[in-house]
């Protein structure tokens, strides 16, 4: 884009009058010399701004670039390996990254100033995560709340031998049940029945701590400390206060002795708390005040506000546990909320008798916390059942997604890959033989 500025003399037609040169004739000028001499001169010295398009085009526009198209989730994906009971958990970050970085972090901090130790770790609350664990404790109580009431309108079949269940009003034809004794006789086929909100929301206990920064709960002990679900006792660790569940809120940071020892600051010389204006906790319906929604435009609004519920659970959780450290042990489910785990010896893993039952701890992910029990996604409720030769054709969503799918509610895009909604499904087996 050139910009042209003329300058007209006093005696001259100004731009608009009777001239001799036509408006398009200097719009279409193609270079400064014509403009210098065929349009400049008749206007004399009078300013005017002339937006000029070039004829040359530009190198960026003639180079030849490949049109690429960019999602922030693959078009299909496979879900996590299945690990069994002989091997151990990954470590989220590798060992060697793990040493890597804390020998960078050594470098880094050698002869410098020693920085203050932020909280949590002073035994100080992060004011600005108080709010956001209220939104998930009260955001768990409306996810349990809404999928009884799901249950009653879509029908969810749970295995009476395993783990395993499927969304749907007939269970999967496929043979992977592994538990008990008659699963040889069965051939791996599934015993299906009504399932429970227990099939749904795997429950995950944790043991509640009164001093998140005290002593390491020891094994004598394991049976006189109270065990309750451990999204809750992340929450409370972040300051919800529950109380069922007292916990101890200091003031002032705590004064570093040792490395693993401490001293409460003195507390007596603060004036008392101001009792601040509480966030309302939800309280969870019996399943006897269940009201099962008649409308299908309920059911669809039911489903998208679990789907949302869902989602603000995981987020917030997710967020929760950068700042407020949670672990789990590499060979069983068993989760402890707290910086370090604790000493009961009651790891039933592979091996554990050469470890005296002690729980191998490391640091836990989202999914050890919250785990999503995966389903079979059923493309049509309405259409054929799903078969067992075109099983590599279906895909795979949490249990709640498909709950909650199946109620009306839209696919969120991060499931969508797992799912494998861009899979054509052959319609048997004649047709599934001639897939390339």
Not at 20 to 41: F, I, T
Not at 78 to 93: G, H
Not at 289 to 295: D, N, R
């Amino acid at each position: 884009m050139l910009s042209v500025i003329l300058h007209p003399t006093p005696g001259s037609p100004s731009f608009g009058e009777k001239s001799n040169v036509s408006p398009y004739l200097w719009m279409r000028a193609g270079g400064s010399k014509y403009c210098e001499d065929h349009v400049l001169q008749p206007f004399g010295r009078r300013e005017l701004g002339l937006p000029l398009t070039s004829r040359t085009p530009s190198r960026l526009w003639c180079e030849k670039r490949a049109f690429v198209v960019k999602n922030n989730y693959p078009q299909n994906a496979d879900l996590p390996r299945y690990l069994s009971k002989n091997e151990k958990k990954p470590f989220p970050v590798p060992i060697v990254e793990l040493r890597r970085a804390a020998r960078e972090r050594l470098k880094s901090r050698k002869h410098q100033p020693r920085t203050p130790v932020p909280p949590p770790k002073t035994g100080l609350l992060v004011k600005c995560l108080i709010p956001l664990a209220y939104e998930v404790l009260n955001a768990r109580i409306t996810l349990i709340n809404n999928l009884k009431k799901l249950l009653k309108v879509v029908p969810v079949q749970a295995c009476r031998w395993c783990n395993e269940v499927h969304v749907g009003p007939i269970g999967h034809p496929f043979k992977s049940c592994r538990g008990g004794q008659q699963a040889s006789i069965r051939k791996g086929l599934h015993d299906w029945s009504n399932a429970v909100i227990e099939d749904i929301v795997v429950p995950v206990d944790a043991y509640h701590l009164y001093d998140r920064l005290g002593k390491r709960i020891p094994h004598v002990e394991r049976f006189s400390i109270p065990r309750i679900p451990a999204v809750v006792e992340l929450c409370i660790q972040a300051g919800v206060d529950v109380p069922e569940f007292p916990t101890k809120r200091r003031r002032k940071p705590v004064i570093r002795v040792g490395k693993n020892e401490f001293i409460d600051a003195d507390e007596t010389e603060l004036p008392e708390p101001v009792p601040e204006d509480k966030i309302p906790i939800l309280a969870e319906i019996p399943d006897a005040a269940i009201v099962v929604p008649s409308l299908m435009e309920e059911i669809v609004l039911l489903g998208e506000e679990t789907l949302q519920a869902w989602e603000t659970v995981r987020k917030g959780a997710k967020r929760l546990m950068k700042m407020y450290p949670v672990r789990v042990c590499g060979y069983c489910p068993e989760v402890h909320v707290g910086p370090s785990g604790h000493k009961a010896q009651n790891c039933g893993a592979h091996k554990h008798q050469q470890r005296n039952g002690q729980h191998g701890w490391q640091a836990a992910v989202l999914d050890d916390l919250i785990p999503p029990r995966y389903v079979w996604h059923v493309p049509d409720v309405n259409g054929p059942p799903l078969q067992q030769e075109l099983k590599n054709f279906y895909g795979q969503a949490p249990a709640v997604v498909e709950i909650c799918v199946q109620a009306g509610a839209e696919i969120p895009e991060q499931y969508k890959s797992t799912m494998r909604l861009e899979v054509g499904i052959p319609a048997d087996i004649k047709e599934a033989e001639m897939v390339v």
